[in-house]
Every structure is written in structure tokens, then in C-alpha cells.
């Protein structure tokens, strides 16, 4: 019996002393925390986030590393994009939507999901094109054009491409790694939205395109990266379609990189065939009154109706001419103030908006001090799938006057009704 009686003893205790811990913890806690507060800068605090990949243990929301590798990778994909520009025939092929697709777009996918499967392994991704027509015998062409294109292109960086993960390893390999970007989307985790080349009918004329590339956490755009190698390099340029000075090539330098990460602004910088080049803040163009607004619009008619945004325009008092350019370079310009608004305005009642259109510009054009929402003025929602299936269109403008856009949006389409 006395072999039973210590343990029971020491259990006693211990229950004593756990109820004890109980009633005195919820009084001394906050206390604790007060002085924390007091002796520790703010920066010390712990902020604790699970992170899903295996390369950072860090536990941290600055998302430093995923923007670092998004803008290397979108980078790196735009030096393959304007290869296949100045070099190739651009090997386009039409999708079952009758939309082109080029060796550009499925090269510039395969690069980006490299990278982002080399740092963030367990990271879904949700790209717009897949290797099906890249496959077989039928495909073998086309196949070789792409891995010849996505073998040969580095940036001039060792340690940028290190952090990349180097080249892929066959042509086989390259076709798993572009149909990695199957996944269905949602609303739960982290998952990478790419849109390889954004305004493919643009890229064939040489005017506007962009790699597009965004991370979602739970259904919100933390981080996103347009790389816009006809933009302008400078932000005070007047905004206009066509293709920008070719002449900075020969530094090294072309194009936009612009980026931004949840609560932390948005950023432009150069884009180069290197390492990264240094960055400076983007903001809106403070603007007081809608009427000297510019608006940008797409290029295609047949993506958003120019005839309802003349009608909205007018409306609001605008009389400068509408700027056309193709992708999401229209939420680049924007967001570093050479125009005011973008209005992308349904053309056809069924037509669903994807993701990687959109993912990347919205949190740009929110972190520049601007406001994204469809046109009954309801923010994008990310969560649904591959498609923005509860949005139709697009709205962009500086926040003092967004309303008041949405207000002659709505009267000009209810009155089409
Ligand atoms: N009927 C339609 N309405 C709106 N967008 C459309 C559309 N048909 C295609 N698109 C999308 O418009 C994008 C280009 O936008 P923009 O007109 O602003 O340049 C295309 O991206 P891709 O070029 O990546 O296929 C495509 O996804
Ligand atoms: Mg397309
Ligand atoms: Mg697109
Ligand atoms: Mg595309």
C-alpha cells in the first residue's frame, strides 16, 4: 500500500498547485504584458505565422523572401519574354477560348514555377496556361522551341539565380513543372497566382504586356509583382500606348518592375538582365477633381466596352481621351501616378474574369493609395476559385474620388438594363 501512497501524495500536490496557478495566472498576465511592453521595442514581439515551405524557419509576415523571389522570377521570366520579341517567330497557337497563347507565355511559366517550387515546395499555384499542346509527337516542335528558350535564359547574377534555383532540368521536367499550375484555388492557404504574360494581344503588336505574379494568404493578395518591359522606366512619363525606348537596353536596364506587399506600399524600380536594381515608392496622383482625371482602358474592345466608358467619362466631366494599353501595366501606371483611373467595363454578361489577371495590380493600385472593386463597387474576392466568379469588371481610382466613378458607372450600365 505504501508504494500506492507516494504517487497519490505527489499527485495531490501537484493538482494544488495547478488550481493554485489557475487563480493567481489571469491577474498576473496582463500585468506581464505591460512590462513586456515596456522593456521590449515594439520590432521584438514575436509575430507568430505558420509557415507551410521548407526554406525559411523564420517566423515572420514581412514576406521579404517571397517578394525577393517573386521579383527575381518575374524578372528573369521577362528577359525570355523579350528574347522570344526581338529573336523568335513568337510560335503562336490558339486556345479552345480562340485566345492566342505563345512560346513566350508557356517559357515564362515554366521559369516562374521553377522558382517558386524551388523556395516554397508546398506553395499551390494557379497560372493560366497548361503543357497539354506542348506534349506528343504533335507537340515536339513547339516543345523544343520553349526548352531551348527556358534552358538559355539566366539572369546575369550567380547569387540571383542560386536564390532562383538555377535551370530546369529537362524538357520533360519543364512540362510537369508548367502543368504545376493547376491548382483549383480557394479560399485557404497560400497560393500563387501567375499569369506568364498578361495582354498576350498586346506582347504579338509590341505594344503593352506584363508577367504577373501574386501570392494570396486565405484569399488575400499579400505580395504582387509586375514586370512591364514596354513601360517607361521613369513615372513621370505621359502615359501612352505603344512600346517604350528600346535605347536603355544596351545598360543592361528596361522596363518596370513594380511590386507591393500588403501594409507595406507599393514600389517601382527598373527592370535589368541582372540582380535586382534599387527601388522607390509609387503613390496615386492626388487628384481633386474627377473631371481632370486620364483614364486607361484596354486596347481590345473585346475586353472591356470603350463605347460605356466614353459614356462614364463624359459623365464625370472628363474631356481628356482615354488611354488605351493592354494588361495589367493600366494598374502599374496608375499606381505610380502618369494616369488617374482604370475602367475595364463588361462587354459580354458571361464572361468570368480570372485571378492572375487581376491579383498582382489590385493590391498595387490599394497600396499606392487607390480603390479596386468591380463595378457595383465591391472589392475584388480572390477567394472563389480560379475565376473572380462574384465580380464583373473592373474599377480603379484614387480613393477620394472612387464613389463617385461608381456612381456614373452604375448610372450609365442601369441604364442599358
Ligand atoms: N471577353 C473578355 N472580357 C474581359 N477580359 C477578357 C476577355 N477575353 C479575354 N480577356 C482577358 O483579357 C486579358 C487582357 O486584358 P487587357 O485587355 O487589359 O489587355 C487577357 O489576358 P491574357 O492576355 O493573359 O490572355 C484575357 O485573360
Ligand atoms: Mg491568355
Ligand atoms: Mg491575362
Ligand atoms: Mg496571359
Excluded at 181 to 198: M, V
Amino acid at each position: 500500500m505504501v508504494t500506492w501512497k507516494r504517487p497519490l501524495t505527489l499527485t495531490a500536490l501537484t493538482v494544488s498547485l495547478l488550481v493554485l496557478a489557475a487563480s493567481v495566472l489571469p491577474t498576473l498576465l496582463p500585468r506581464l504584458r505591460l512590462l513586456s511592453q515596456h522593456l521590449l521595442p515594439s520590432a521584438a514581439i514575436p509575430v507568430a505565422v505558420t509557415r507551410q515551405h521548407s526554406t525559411s524557419t523564420m517566423a515572420s509576415t514581412s514576406y521579404d523572401h517571397e517578394l525577393h523571389v517573386a521579383l527575381l522570377a518575374v524578372q528573369r521570366a521577362t528577359l525570355l519574354t523579350k528574347s522570344v520579341f526581338h529573336n523568335h517567330a513568337k510560335g503562336t497557337l490558339n486556345k479552345s477560348d480562340a485566345s492566342p497563347v505563345t512560346i513566350g507565355d508557356f517559357g515564362a511559366q515554366a521559369l516562374i514555377i521553377s522558382a517558386l517550387q524551388h523556395n516554397f515546395p508546398n506553395d499551390e499555384i494557379v497560372a493560366e496556361e497548361e503543357a497539354k499542346d506542348l506534349r506528343g509527337d504533335s507537340g515536339k516542335e513547339v516543345r523544343e522551341t520553349v526548352w531551348n528558350l527556358v534552358r538559355h535564359t539566366q539572369l546575369g547574377d550567380g547569387k540571383a539565380e542560386e536564390v532562383l534555383g538555377g535551370s530546369v532540368k529537362s524538357a520533360d521536367a519543364m512540362l510537369d513543372i508548367i502543368d504545376k499550375g493547376d491548382s483549383q484555388g480557394g479560399g485557404k492557404g497560400r497560393i500563387w497566382a501567375i499569369d506568364p504574360i498578361d495582354g498576350t494581344k498586346g506582347f504579338l503588336r509590341g505594344g503593352q504586356y506584363a508577367v504577373c505574379l501574386a501570392l494570396m494568404v486565405d484569399g488575400d493578395v499579400k505580395v504582387g509583382v509586375l514586370g512591364c518591359p514596354n513601360l517607361p522606366v521613369s513615372d513621370s512619363e505621359p502615359l501612352k500606348e505603344g512600346i517604350g525606348k528600346d535605347a536603355s537596353d544596351e545598360e543592361g536596364k528596361f522596363g518596370v518592375l513594380f511590386s507591393a506587399v500588403e501594409g507595406q506600399g507599393a514600389r517601382s524600380r527598373g527592370l535589368s538582365k541582372s540582380g535586382l536594381q534599387q527601388a522607390h515608392e509609387i503613390h496615386m496622383k492626388p487628384l481633386e477633381n474627377v473631371a481632370d482625371a486620364t483614364f486607361c482602358e484596354s486596347v481590345e474592345a473585346g475586353h472591356s466596352s470603350q463605347g460605356d466608358a466614353a459614356a462614364i467619362a463624359s459623365k464625370l466631366g472628363i474631356t481628356k481621351s482615354s488611354v488605351r494599353m493592354d494588361s495589367q501595366a493600366k494598374y502599374g501606371s496608375i499606381a505610380r501616378g502618369a494616369g488617374d483611373l482604370y475602367l475595364r467595363l463588361p462587354v459580354r454578361k458571361d464572361y468570368v474574369e480570372k485571378i492572375w489577371d487581376h491579383a498582382a495590380g489590385d493590391l498595387i493600385v490599394r497600396e499606392a493609395g487607390g480603390m479596386v472593386t468591380d463595378v457595383e463597387g465591391n472589392r475584388l474576392n480572390f477567394k472563389l476559385g480560379r475565376t473572380l466568379k462574384e465580380n464583373k469588371g473592373v474599377i480603379a481610382a484614387p480613393k477620394n474620388v472612387h464613389s463617385k466613378v461608381i456612381e456614373a458607372v452604375k448610372e450609365v450600365l442601369g441604364a442599358k438594363q
